[in-house]
C-alpha cells in the first residue's frame, strides 16, 4: 500500500491540492498553501483510520472550511477511508472547521 499520491480536497468555502506520502502506518507530504502534512493510520478490517497533523506555513494560511489559522499552527484531521481510497471518489476528514472532501490520486507504488 505504500505510494505517492496528488491530494485534491474541496470545503465550505474553496478547494486546494496537494501530495502525500501515504505507506508503513505514516501519512507524510504538503499541500499548496505550504502546510505540512504528518500523520499516522492503521488499517482494520478493509479500513484505514487515522489522523493527519498539518501544520499551518510561516505566513498563515486560510483553510477551506474557512478558518483562519495562525503561522505554523498545528490542528488534527481525522479520516476514516475504506482500504483501496485512491478510486476517484471524494472521502471526508474531519477536524477544525469542520468537514472537508478529499480525493486521493495514486502517482505510483513505492517500496
Known amino acids: ?13 474553496g478547494a486546494g491540492g496537494g501530495t502525500l506520502y501515504i505507506g508503513n502506518g505514516i501519512l507524510v507530504g504538503t499541500d499548496i498553501q505550504g502546510a505540512r502534512l504528518d500523520g499516522t ?25 474557512g478558518q483562519t489559522l495562525p503561522p505554523n499552527t498545528t490542528i488534527d484531521l481525522n479520516f476514516d477511508f475504506p482500504e483501496h481510497f485512491a478510486d476517484g ?23
Do not use: N
Open 1 to 13: 500500500m505504500s505510494a505517492f499520491y496528488i491530494i485534491k480536497y474541496l470545503g465550505k468555502v
Open 41 to 65: 493510520y492503521r488499517v482494520i478490517d478493509g479500513r484505514m483510520r487515522g489522523v493527519v497533523k498539518m501544520t499551518s506555513p510561516a505566513s498563515g494560511s486560510t483553510l477551506v472550511t
Open 89 to 111: 471518489r471524494p472521502y471526508p476528514m474531519t477536524g477544525f472547521g469542520g468537514e472537508l472532501m478529499v480525493v486521493f490520486e495514486k502517482v505510483r507504488d513505492l517500496p
